[in-house]
């Protein structure tokens, strides 16, 4: 499920959790916050970007399957070339990949074709 993970989402969530951290620094010396409270605090930010980063990596490797499933069309560029992946043609997954006889596409290189 690592695979599907989306990168943008998780830079956007560490900016949040240090924007996060420097405000509550900056309470802590302007109003006395106790420790104790802003760590636990922050543990409970923590546990959230990450289960926020799970939910999004499930629900796109859920997405991939259904497409799959459903028959629709992927378009992989991998190793300086142009692939069309679908069901029908008997592309399966494999872990994070699309595989076809002894060919293994990365399914990070493969974007839903969108229908016309």
């Known amino acids: 499920m690592l695979a599907f993970i989306n990168y943008a989402t998780v ?3 560490l900016l949040l959790f240090f924007a ?3 405000l509550i620094a ?3 010396v302007n109003r006395n916050i106790k420790q104790s409270s802003s ?3 922050l543990a409970f930010i923590i546990i959230l970007f990450v289960t926020i980063v799970l939910v999004e990596a499930y ?8 497409e799959l499933r459903r028959g629709s069309i992927f378009i992989c560029t991998f190793n300086n070339n142009n692939y069309k ?3 029908s043609e008997g592309w399966k997954i ?3 990949y699309f595989a ?11 974007k839903l074709k969108e229908s016309n």
């Open 20 to 22: 996060i951290v420097l």
């Open 11 to 13: 830079k956007v969530l």
């Open 100 to 110: 076809k006889e002894s060919l293994l596409i990365p399914i990070q290189k493969c």
């Open 39 to 41: 760590k636990g605090f």
């Open 85 to 87: 992946i679908n069901q």
């Open 26 to 28: 900056s309470l802590q």
């Open 59 to 66: 629900n796109t490797q859920t997405k991939v399957y259904t």
């Open 94 to 96: 494999e872990k994070s």
